[in-house]
């Protein structure tokens, strides 16, 4: 608990003074401006790849109570990750400008979050398609 606190904590000082170096330079020097949002973005990835681990080892004791070869757990992970690299792709684009870019990345994101998710909605209307007597249509 302690530990995710100090996380926290640097990974807002990071942003907090990466935006404070990046803003007066943004104006005369939009590329250095840009390398330090960037330094920042990777620093706090680094950092959450690290909080990461926790995350699944929590996710591993799951597994072993839905069995190994579940599809949930992998479709989760598929998920994350997918929301995480869409989210960053598109604040980075939107930060130099290119709010169309941004958007085209978090609309292909949106699209492929759907793509993962099929094999649980199929599943899910297995089980509903079980409860409906007769069957539909």
């Given at each position: 608990e302690k530990n995710r606190r100090?996380?926290?904590e640097k990974v807002v000082m990071i942003g907090i003074m990466s935006v404070l170096l990046a803003?007066?330079?943004?104006?005369?020097?939009?590329?250095?401006?840009?390398?330090?949002?960037?330094?920042?973005c990777i620093l706090i990835s680094s950092l959450a790849v690290w909080r990461i681990r926790d995350l699944l080892r929590y996710l591993k004791t799951l597994q072993k109570y839905l069995g190994s070869g579940s599809i949930y757990i992998k479709v989760l992970f598929k998920m994350i990750a997918v929301t995480y690299m869409a989210e960053l792709g598109a604040n980075l684009c939107r930060d130099a400008g290119y709010g169309a870019v941004a958007g085209q990345?978090?609309?292909f994101g949106k699209l492929m979050l759907l793509a993962v998710s099929l094999p649980v909605l199929s599943a899910l209307f297995e089980v509903l398609l079980q409860f409906v007597p007769g069957g539909i249509g």
């Open positions: 100090r996380d926290m803003i007066p330079l943004k104006k005369d020097k939009p590329e250095f401006s840009m390398l330090i949002i960037l330094t920042a990345i978090e609309f």
